[in-house]
């Protein structure tokens, strides 16, 4: 089956460690992108990649960062310098840019003790 | 710059009854639009999609959409409410450029009485 996964569904982590999460699709989709859901606050875009190699912030990037070393993949690292990192993270991904379709996957829920 | 607006946080209805969600948009141009569901822990699933080929948009288990561009809004409707309809709503806003980003509005829980 053609999906995106989100591994792993909980993540605890201790403050000041820096933790990465995993999104990969098996679509075929040029564009991926990563957000953080807080209750209340929607979706707000972290970061965003439209091409292998290649990735812009979005609105919330500060203490963030990705890489896009193969189509597949779209890892998003949270560092300590996040100052408040607990929340939903979901990965999407679409054929292309924003104008298509985005598919979703399971999300993945961070808490920081 | 484009946003959404989701008036309410939180709708209840009767099962059987009119589901109404509203979702107003600002855009410099003809956007395009979307409404996403969320069940409890999980990701969003698409639900319709307006691209301006027409107005009213039909999207998957009997959810539709009217784009009305004098109101700058897109609001969700469904005739008859069902229990699995609970769930969160978003409507999104894109503009219909090459690296336009989508931006998506609050919110609804929709919870649904027996």
């Known amino acids: 089956d053609g999906g995106i996964t989100q591994s792993p569904k909980y993540l605890f982590r201790k403050e000041g460690q820096n933790v990465t999460l995993s999104c990969e699709q098996n679509?075929?989709?040029?564009?991926m992108y990563w957000y953080r859901q807080d209750p209340g606050q929607g979706l707000r875009l972290i970061y965003y990649?439209?091409?292998?190699?290649?990735?812009q912030k979005g609105d919330i990037a500060e203490g963030y960062s990705v890489s896009r070393e193969k189509k597949e993949s779209f890892p998003l690292t949270v560092t300590s310098a996040q100052k408040n990192p607990t929340a939903f993270y979901l990965c999407?991904?679409?054929?292309?840019?924003?104008?298509?379709?985005?598919?979703f996957g399971p999300g993945t829920r961070l808490t920081v003790l | 710059a484009q946003s959404v607006t989701q008036l309410g946080s939180h709708v209840s209805v009767s099962e059987g009854a009119l589901v109404l969600l509203r979702c107003n948009y600002s855009s410099s141009v003809p956007p395009y639009l979307f409404w996403y569901v969320q069940y409890p822990n999980q990701g969003l699933q698409l639900l319709l999609k307006y691209t301006s080929a027409a107005t009213l948009v039909k999207g998957i288990n009997g959810f539709e959409a009217e784009f009305k561009k004098s109101e700058t809004s897109f609001h969700l409707t469904k005739p008859s409410a069902h229990m699995s309809d609970a769930a969160e709503y978003f409507c999104a806003v894109s503009d219909p450029g090459a690296n336009s980003k989508l931006t998506f509005g609050k919110g609804i829980t929709l919870s649904v009485r027996p």
């Open positions: 679509l075929n989709h040029d564009a």
């Open positions: 999407a991904s679409s054929v292309q840019g924003t104008n298509d379709e985005q598919f």
């Open positions: 990649s439209q091409i292998v190699n290649d990735f």
